[in-house]
Antibody, heavy 116, light 111 residues
Framework: EVQLVESGGGLVQPGGSLRLSCAASGFTFSNFWMSWVRQAPGKGLEWVANIKQDGSEKYYVDSVKGRFTISRDNAKNSLYLQMNSLRAEDTAVYYC?????????WGQGTLVTVSS | QSALTQPPSASGSPGQSVTISCTGTSSDVGGYNYVSWYQQHPGKAPKLMIYEVSRRPSGVPDRFSGSKSGNTASLTVSGLQAEDEADYYCSSYAGSNNPRVFGGGTKLTVL
């Protein structure tokens, strides 16, 4: 059974940093692109970033370029999102999702709240 | 990276059919056969319902179907059931430099 479990969310002040993690199991993690998708409270889904199987390609939505970094550790079956210079508008539930062009499995999400 | 356009709401009675549209551009929906649809119940994670325009993952009822014409994709739910009441999001691949875009979501109400 595919499982994706996010962690690392919480309350952070504007300008602060946070690192999200996603532990994957039930599939060969190193064979798949992985993505982060977020959802602000009461709003729709927004793709944030994705990363190729070997980490050689990474893509970001314009609003997070230069502030967020996606990475992965295939030996640990884990996906990460380093978030720096956080803004109020980054407040959202962050989902880890399997895949690039289609996300066939999603985690339950971790809430990031940026507020003073 | 503009969002795809979906109607904010749709509704139908049990047993009826409803179609939700998703309009993009030739750079996303119209340019690739990588449109997917996700169902999201309140407080839950999204669930993949349709991928590659019209393909259904294992376990998704065949009441759910997808199609595309030009820059507009559609999700049709036939034989509406109470459990189909949820938010539905479309998404499209948009090329290597702007890989993914989502629609704003449609709240489906079963009357």
């Amino acid at each position: 059974e595919v499982q994706l479990v996010e962690s690392g969310g919480g309350l952070v002040q504007p300008g602060g940093s946070l690192r999200l993690s996603c532990a994957a199991s039930g599939f060969t993690f190193s064979n798949f692109w992985m993505s982060w998708v977020r959802q602000a409270p009461g709003k729709g889904l927004e793709w944030v970033a994705n990363i190729k199987q070997d980490g050689s390609e990474k893509y970001y939505v314009d609003s997070v370029k230069g502030r967020f970094t996606i990475s992965r550790d295939n030996a640990k079956n884990s996906l990460y999102l380093q978030m720096n210079s956080l803004r109020a508008e980054d407040t959202a539930v962050y989902y880890c999702a399997k895949g690039q062009k289609t996300n066939d499995y999603w985690g339950q999400g971790t809430l990031v709240t940026v507020s003073s | 990276q503009s969002a795809l356009t979906q109607p904010p709401s749709a509704s139908g009675s049990p047993g009826q059919s409803v179609t939700i549209s998703c309009t993009g551009t030739s750079s996303d929906v119209g340019g690739y056969n990588y449109v997917s649809w996700y169902q999201q119940h309140p407080g839950k994670a999204p669930k993949l319902m349709i991928y590659e325009v019209s393909r259904r993952p294992s376990g998704v009822p065949d009441r759910f179907s997808g199609s595309k014409s030009g820059n507009t994709a559609s999700l049709t739910v036939s034989g509406l059931q109470a459990e189909d009441e949820a938010d539905y999001y479309c998404s499209s691949y948009a090329g290597s430099n702007n890989p993914r875009v989502f629609g704003g979501g449609t709240k489906l109400t079963v009357l």
